[in-house]
């Protein structure tokens, strides 16, 4: 027996974790490691069941490769093999990739798949975040210059926070690394701040809330628009970092009265202008928004607006405002503006967003016959069968391509259609650091997490996974060694920092730089690097890393010295040298989301009728891929369908109901329940379970919400995936 620290890889809350393990290897405990300076022993009951999850038996053990209907299981080499011969005849622009969330969660993810995406040679690139936070994307990117520039709400000093379509009692929040989540909006209210929480749901984070406000589903857009309107025509704004636009804004605010915006959220008027004088009276205030307000039909207009209230109301970039964090791996600073658009989806002419194409039009484009057809996918954690609107049409697709390779430890309703599947190792086995959540922590924190048991001989990390694909893909082989892959970026990183005007290692040698370099593989001196060069790097960055005095740079060592993290501090006002916009100011009022604004102002004349189907997430779930394990299922993790008992009794429906929409129809159990608003159902996704090879998940089946979410209906600006606010019709089963 013996203790181990690692970072939950399970949710973007980043909780240090303690764990036991036997001699075996085997994860006996879990629990909050209490000296870990961010979440300090903090851990939720997906992170308790890490063992469970990481012993899981249905778990894959090493590689399947598919042949006429049966699986095999095959060698590493041979698995490999079977890549090349089916990639390879396969030309670049018929092939595509589709990365699930769990990148955003492993370093394999983050440092391989542009690599990977590269040497495939499409343009026919898919993730999840076209199926959730693309919006924030495209709006930051359009006011601040660059995509990854998000604000956070600065929960721990903040006086008042406005937060609409998030859910951070059971999600741990998103786009807002904070561990404990609920303890730090506790802490809100105990020190005299108020919270207010907009949703169609009185979810738990409602409950805790000072006030909760009931919003029809795809409105929020204009609830906020509403805010805009009443800060301008009252003189509440004060605007306090550089902008462009203003006057733009305000003019395009003009016909947005509380009163016009409140007849279409299902608000009180009056409460469309108490919110912009409380948010403008605050001492600080911030207003942050999630899933709810991104997956809907206006989402880069709702995301945009959020950050124009945080500007108006003199909240951006101050402390108890809406702050960017500064993480210690961060990259060069980016040299071009912004724009999406730069090509179009070959069947419907959607925008490319952050060098991606919408999973909303990836059916299509497997099943249109034409130049540049899919015919070969690669998969990396993912499930979109389960998590792409109107999963059933990708189900029919994907049995029909020529070849599909999957990176996942699964056997799911995606992998299934899947020739090779490739599992990485069990998590305990992978090193860990943040790349995407440390960028959007309510602290500046860091913490690498070496991995905690050793491999197993012949098998490879999910980075060499990548690699080999990345190779096979450029047509170097199966064969060829994943290490010269690390040099080759290595060097490419080296030389641009050498090059790069300003930059804390300007005109040095390469060779001798990477001759410094520690690491025990390739993403470890990747990390290493990007460490050194960062903003407290030991390269020459400006800032003492521990803001103890000690003066000594960041690198992979000190992290290594720091097993429970080490705290940067609280976020510090970093405009305007953040700012990468055309303009360098803040853009208050982008082209492309002004031409948007009409479409939001013929909505101001749409009646309410009928229902709007929206999600639920459960703190014991996580999308598709928890459902395996016993003590996370059953209880109040049930795929239900939420509806108001005055809905139940009006339409006469018994225990089920049958549900319909554009795209399909489902017989759902019922939950009735007064949290929900009358005219709104709400379906847990990630259900659904069919045909995979995991026992506990089958038995608790449910139905899969995407089999009536419409692929046809995307948020324009930024392709995005509409899950809430999908119009449906019930009748009795
Ligand atoms: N336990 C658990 N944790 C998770 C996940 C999980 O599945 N389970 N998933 C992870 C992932 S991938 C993500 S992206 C995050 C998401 O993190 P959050 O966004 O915090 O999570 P959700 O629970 O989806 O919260 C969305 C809320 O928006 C509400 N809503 C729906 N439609 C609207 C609308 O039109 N307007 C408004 N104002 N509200 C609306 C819903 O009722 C819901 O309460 O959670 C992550 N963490
Ligand atoms: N209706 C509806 N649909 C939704 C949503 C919603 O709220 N409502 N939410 C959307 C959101 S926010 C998201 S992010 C997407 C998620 O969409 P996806 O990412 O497509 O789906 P997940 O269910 O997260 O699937 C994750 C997969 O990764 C595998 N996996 C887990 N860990 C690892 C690992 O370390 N390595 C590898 N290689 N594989 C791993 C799991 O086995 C699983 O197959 O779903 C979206 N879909
Ligand atoms: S809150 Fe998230 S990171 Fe923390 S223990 Fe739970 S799943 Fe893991
Ligand atoms: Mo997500």
Not at 107 to 119: D, E, F, I, K, N
Not at 425 to 435: E, K, L, W
Not at 702 to 730: I, K, M, Q, R, Y
Request: proline content about 9%.
């Amino acid at each position: 027996m013996r203790t181990a620290h690692r970072t939950c890889p399970l949710c973007e809350a980043v909780c240090g974790l303690t764990l036991t393990i036997d001699d075996g290897g085997r994860v006996t405990g879990v629990r909050g490691d209490d000296a870990d300076p961010f979440s300090k022993g903090f851990i939720c009951p997906k992170g308790a069941s890490l063992g469970r999850l990481d012993d899981d038996p249905d778990r894959l053990s090493g590689p399947l490769v598919r042949r006429d209907g049966e699986w095999h299981e095959v060698s590493w080499a041979e698995a490999f093999e079977a890549v090349e011969r089916g990639l390879a005849p396969i030309p670049g622009p018929a092939r595509a990739l589709y990365l699930g969330n769990p990148n955003a969660h492993t370093m394999a993810g983050l440092l391989y798949g542009t690599p990977l995406a590269r040497s495939l040679g499409t343009r026919q690139i898919y993730s999840a975040s076209t199926a959730d936070q693309m919006p924030k994307h495209v709006s930051a990117g359009l006011m601040f210059g660059h995509p990854l520039t998000i604000p956070v709400p600065d929960l721990d000093r903040t006086g008042y926070l406005l937060m609409l379509g998030a859910n951070p009692l059971e999600s741990n929040g998103s786009l807002c690394t904070a561990p404990d989540f609920p303890g730090r909006l506790k802490r809100l209210r105990a020190r005299g701040g108020r919270l207010v929480v907009v949703d169609p749901r009185r979810t738990r984070t409602a409950a805790l809330a000072d006030e909760h406000v009931f919003i029809r589903p795809g409105t929020d857009a204009h609830l906020l628009m509403g805010i805009v309107h009443t800060l301008f025509a009252e003189n509440l704004t004060d605007v306090r970092v550089p902008v462009s636009g203003l006057a733009e804004l305000e003019a395009a605010a003009r016909d947005f009265t509380a009163q016009a915006c409140a007849r279409v959220c299902g608000v009180p008027a009056e409460l469309v202008t108490r919110l912009a004088r409380e948010l403008a009276a605050a001492p600080t205030a911030a207003v942050y928004s999630r899933m709810g307000a991104s997956t809907v039909e206006f989402g880069t207009l709702t995301q945009w607006l959020v950050d124009a209230v945080n500007v108006l109301t003199g909240n951006l970039d101050r402390p108890g405002g809406a702050m960017f964090p500064r993480p210690a791996a961060e990259g060069p600073p980016r040299r071009k503006p912004y724009a999406t658009g730069r090509w179009h989806s070959r069947v419907r002419g959607l925008p490319e967003a952050n060098g991606e194409l919408p999973v909303a039009t990836l059916a299509e484009e497997i099943e249109t016959p034409g130049e540049g057809r899919i015919r070969a996918l690669v998969t990396v954690a993912g499930n979109p069968v389960l998590s792409a609107p109107n999963g059933t049409r990708l189900d029919a697709a994907l049995a029909g391509l020529d070849f599909m390779v999957s990176v996942d430890p699964y056997l799911n309703e995606t992998t299934r259609h899947a020739h090779v599947i490739l599992p990485p190792p069990r998590v305990v086995q992978s090193a860990h650091y943040d790349f995407a959540l440390l960028g959007l922590a309510v602290r500046d924190y860091a913490r690498f997490s070496p991995p905690v048991v050793p491999l197993d001989d012949g098998r490879p990390a999910e980075a060499e996974i990548f690699a080999r694909l990345a190779m096979i893909a450029s047509g170097q082989g199966a064969g060829a060694d994943p290490a010269l892959l690390d040099e080759l970026i290595l060097d490419q990183m080296l030389r641009a920092a050498v090059a790069a005007p300003g930059s804390p290692v300007e005109g040095r040698d390469p060779a001798e730089l990477r001759a410094m370099l520690t690491g025990a593989t390739g993403p470890e001196l990747r990390l290493d690097a990007m460490l050194r060069l960062g903003p407290y790097g030991d390269w020459g960055g400006r800032l003492p890393w521990g803001g103890n005095g000690s003066g000594e740079g960041m690198s992979l060592a000190t992290l290594l010295d720091n097993p429970h993290g080490v705290d940067i501090g609280p976020l510090k006002p970093r405009l305007p040298a953040l700012l990468a916009t055309a303009s360098k100011t803040v853009e208050l009022a982008p082209g492309p989301i002004l031409a948007d604004v009409p479409r939001l102002r013929e909505a101001l004349g749409r009646e309410a009728g009928g229902f709007v189907l929206i999600g639920r997430r459960h703190l014991r779930s996580n999308n598709s891929w928890m459902h395996n394990v016993a003590p996370l299922v059953g209880g109040t993790n049930r795929c239900t369908l939420q509806i108001n008992p005055g809905d139940v009794a009006r339409l006469g429906l018994g225990e089920h109901a049958v549900v319909r929409s554009a795209a399909g129809e489902l017989t759902v159990r019922l939950e009735p329940t007064d949290t929900i608003m009358p005219g709104v159902v709400s379906l847990p996704h990630g259900w659904g379970h069919a045909g995979t090879a995991q026992l506990v998940a089958a038995k608790n089946a449910g139905v899969s919400a995407n089999a009536l979410t419409d692929e046809s209906v995307v948020d324009p600006l930024s392709g995005n995936a509409v899950f809430n606010g999908v119009p449906v019709t019930l009748s009795p089963a």
